[in-house]
C-alpha cells in the first residue's frame, strides 16, 4: 500500500483527491495540506510515500514547499499536480526535486499508475509537459550526450528502472548508474526527474521516444 499527502489550497480538491485514493486498496490518504508549510511539516510528522503537491497555493508555494523538503532531507517523493503547464511552472519545480508532473485533468487510472510510478523512484511527465518541454530549446551542453546515455535516458524517461534498463540494453545496473551520473553531469541536474526533463528541452529526447 501507498500512503499519500495531498496538498492543495482548495477543499473541494483535496475531498475528492482524498475520496479517489481512498477508495483504492492501493493507496493510503495519511493527510491533508492546504499551502506549502503545512506539507512541509505534514510530511516530515507523516512520512508519506508520496506527496502530490500543487504549485500556486497562499504563503509558501509549491517549489517552495518541494525545494525546502529536498533540502531536509524527506524521503517522500512529490509529484507535482496542478492546472499550470507554463514554462515557469515546470521545470522549476522538476529542478526544486519534483519526481514528476502531472495536469488535474488527467484520467484517473493515469493518476493512480502515476502515483505507483513515483512512488518507486520513476521520472513521471504528463504528454502535454513532455510536449511542451520540447518547445523550450535551451542551449546543449558543451559535451553531447553520448549514444548509450541517449539510451538509458529513453528507458528512464518511458518509465524503466535501473535494473529493467541493464536488462533491456544488457549492461549491469552498476554501468546504468555511471551512464545516468555522467548525463547528469552533462545536464547541469542532480536527480532522473530533472534529467529527463532537462533533456526533453533540449531535444534529446521526444515525446515518442
Same mark, same amino acid.
Request: glycine share 8%; net charge negative.
Given at each position: 500500500? %501507498?500512503?499519500?499527502?495531498?496538498v492543495d489550497d482548495?477543499p473541494?480538491?483535496?475531498d475528492?483527491?482524498?475520496?479517489m &485514493?481512498?477508495a483504492?486498496?492501493r493507496f493510503?490518504v495519511?493527510?491533508?495540506?492546504?499551502d506549502g508549510a503545512e506539507a512541509v511539516?505534514?510530511?516530515?510528522h507523516l512520512g508519506? *510515500?508520496?506527496?502530490?503537491?500543487?504549485?500556486r497555493?497562499?504563503g509558501m508555494d509549491g517549489? *517552495?514547499? %518541494?525545494?525546502?523538503?529536498?533540502? @531536509?532531507?524527506v524521503?517522500?517523493?512529490?509529484l507535482?499536480l496542478?492546472?499550470?503547464?507554463?514554462?515557469?511552472?515546470?521545470?522549476?519545480a522538476?529542478?526544486?526535486?519534483a519526481?514528476?508532473?502531472l495536469?488535474? *485533468?488527467a484520467?484517473?487510472?493515469e493518476?493512480f499508475?502515476?502515483?505507483?510510478?513515483a512512488?518507486?523512484?520513476?521520472?513521471?511527465?504528463s504528454?502535454?509537459?513532455a510536449?511542451?518541454?520540447?518547445?523550450?530549446?535551451? @542551449?546543449p551542453?558543451?559535451?553531447p550526450?553520448?549514444? @548509450?546515455?541517449?539510451?538509458?535516458?529513453e528507458? %528512464?524517461?518511458?518509465g524503466?528502472?535501473?535494473?529493467?534498463?541493464a536488462?533491456t540494453? &544488457? %549492461?549491469?545496473?552498476?554501468?546504468v548508474?555511471t551512464?545516468?551520473l555522467?548525463?547528469?553531469?552533462k545536464?547541469?541536474?542532480n536527480d532522473r526527474?530533472?534529467?529527463v526533463?532537462?533533456a &526533453?528541452?533540449l531535444?534529446?529526447l521526444?515525446?515518442?521516444?
Amino acid at each position: 500500500m %501507498i500512503s499519500v499527502l495531498i496538498v492543495d489550497d482548495h477543499p473541494v480538491v483535496r475531498d475528492g483527491l482524498r475520496s479517489m &485514493f481512498s477508495a483504492d486498496p492501493r493507496f493510503e490518504v495519511l493527510g491533508e495540506a492546504g499551502d506549502g508549510a503545512e506539507a512541509v511539516a505534514a510530511a516530515e510528522h507523516l512520512g508519506p *510515500d508520496v506527496i502530490l503537491m500543487d504549485l500556486r497555493m497562499p504563503g509558501m508555494d509549491g517549489v *517552495d514547499a %518541494i525545494r525546502t523538503l529536498t533540502e @531536509r532531507g524527506v524521503p517522500a517523493r512529490v509529484l507535482v499536480l496542478t492546472t499550470y503547464d507554463t514554462d515557469g511552472d515546470v521545470l522549476p519545480a522538476i529542478d526544486a526535486g519534483a519526481t514528476g508532473y502531472l495536469l488535474k *485533468d488527467a484520467p484517473r487510472e493515469e493518476l493512480f499508475r502515476a502515483v505507483e510510478a513515483a512512488a518507486a523512484g520513476t521520472a513521471v511527465l504528463s504528454p502535454v509537459v513532455a510536449t511542451r518541454l520540447l518547445g523550450q530549446r535551451r @542551449r546543449p551542453p558543451v559535451d553531447p550526450l553520448s549514444q @548509450r546515455e541517449l539510451e538509458v535516458l529513453e528507458l %528512464i524517461a518511458g518509465g524503466s528502472t535501473n535494473r529493467e534498463a541493464a536488462r533491456t540494453l &544488457f %549492461i549491469s545496473e552498476a554501468t546504468v548508474k555511471t551512464h545516468l551520473l555522467h548525463a547528469y553531469a552533462k545536464l547541469g541536474v542532480n536527480d532522473r526527474a530533472a534529467a529527463v526533463a532537462t533533456a &526533453f528541452s533540449l531535444g534529446y529526447l521526444t515525446s515518442r521516444g
